[in-house]
């Protein structure tokens, strides 16, 4: 029992460690290829120049570094609130886990871009995954029909009202079409347009999956987790949207979905 004992302060400091571990590498794991990161790693080298500045007795400059962090929470919270909406998502993804999607709709989404492809007609297209996209999209008109070739071309006619706007397709539905999405800050290339600028803007935001016809040249884009991906053929397009959308029954669950 006193063995025991003597022992359990050290047993105390491995589960601190440890928790700290974990948390820095969550943290690290949520800001990768972010805009936070490269903030993050400033952060990190600030307060190791605050510790030293300490040990150094530099009281003025440590003064200084003291005043500065305890402002830069709000700070973070402030200029980075985007990046830390969609990181608490990833977060809690662990406990309720992915939505099941059924990926049957896939196949007519491919034939309705390719078509869209082929005749030059412009769209955007947006897949929910795991977070809920209309919390992020407010506008649009709500549709809630089967996603269907017929309806994606219906909708992006030049002639229709709706063409301009994206459409919102979760649970293998079109729920909203005509939807303003965010613009990314990101500085990109003249030849892309406002709906590749859109379709990264809303990547920042949500772990959707984003499909961009161009207007002018017919290409296809897809956009996962903020990556852009141009260039893709028609033929690979089906493919490409069952990667990254198919979900394992078993391992879409969570913690607290498997026993519901």
Do not use: C
Not at 164 to 169: M, N, Y
Request: glycine share 10%; no cysteine.
């Amino acid at each position: 029992m006193y063995d025991f004992a003597a022992r359990l302060p050290s047993i105390i400091e491995f589960i601190d460690i440890l928790l700290v571990a974990v948390v820095l590498y969550w943290v690290m794991r949520l800001v990768r290829n972010t805009r936070a990161e490269r903030m993050l790693w400033g952060l990190a080298v600030i307060v190791l120049v605050y510790f030293v500045s300490d040990r150094v007795h530099l009281y003025t400059f440590h003064w200084i570094l003291n005043k500065f962090l305890a402002s830069i929470v709000l700070l973070v919270i402030v200029v980075f609130q985007k990046d830390i909406r969609k990181a608490l998502g990833e977060m809690g993804r662990p406990f309720i886990g992915r939505k099941t999607i059924e990926t049957g709709f896939l196949e007519e989404v491919s034939k309705g871009v390719t078509a869209m492809s082929v005749g030059r007609i412009g769209g955007l297209i947006v897949i929910e995954r795991g977070i809920d996209l209309l919390d992020f999209v407010a506008t649009g008109v709500d549709i809630d029909g089967e996603a269907s070739k017929e309806l994606l071309l219906t909708i992006f006619n030049p002639s229709s009202p709706l063409h301009d706007g994206a459409v919102i397709i979760r649970g293998g539905r079109i729920a909203r079409a005509g939807s303003i999405l965010p613009l990314t800050g990101r500085e990109l290339t003249k030849s892309m347009g406002t709906r590749h600028r859109a379709a990264i803007g809303i990547s920042e935001e949500t772990d959707g999956v984003v499909i961009v016809v161009s207007e002018k040249t017919g290409e296809i884009s897809v956009v996962v987790e903020e990556t852009l991906e141009m260039g893709i053929e028609p033929v690979e397009l089906l493919g490409r949207l069952r990667s990254v959308i198919d979900i394992d029954e078993s391992t879409s669950r969570g913690l607290f979905g498997r026993y519901r």
